[in-house]
């Protein structure tokens, strides 16, 4: 599977999940972001100056922290969630 569409089927799984996903300018450090909650919603902030391979890394890791057995999520990109758990802060 290629990155750009890896990164679309996360965006996806956020959807689904009710995790708003956004793209925008971090300061500091480039390839930054993170899930954080606003106002009592789950949200992803990337930096959109961050590659593809970047973005893919960043809301991998955001899933991580999140049951997703409801939802369909094809074998590669399960794995990757699976395999970005283990960098993922509890």
């Known amino acids: 599977m290629k990155i750009d569409e890896t990164l679309k089927e996360l ?5 689904k999940k009710n995790i708003k996903v956004t793209y925008e300018n971090i300061g500091g450090e480039l390839g930054a ?25 960043v809301l991998a890791q955001a899933l991580a922290r999140f ?12 794995e990757l969630i699976e395999r970005s758990a283990a960098f993922v802060r509890k």
């Not at 965006?11 to 959807?15: K, S, T």
């Not at 049951?67 to 399960?78: G, H």
């Open 11 to 15: 965006e996806g799984v956020a959807e």
């Open 33 to 57: 972001g993170g899930l954080c909650k606003v106002k009592g919603e789950h949200r992803v902030i990337v930096d959109k100056r961050a590659t593809d391979g970047e973005k893919v890394t």
């Open 67 to 78: 049951p997703l057995d409801d939802v369909f999520i094809s074998e590669k990109t399960r």
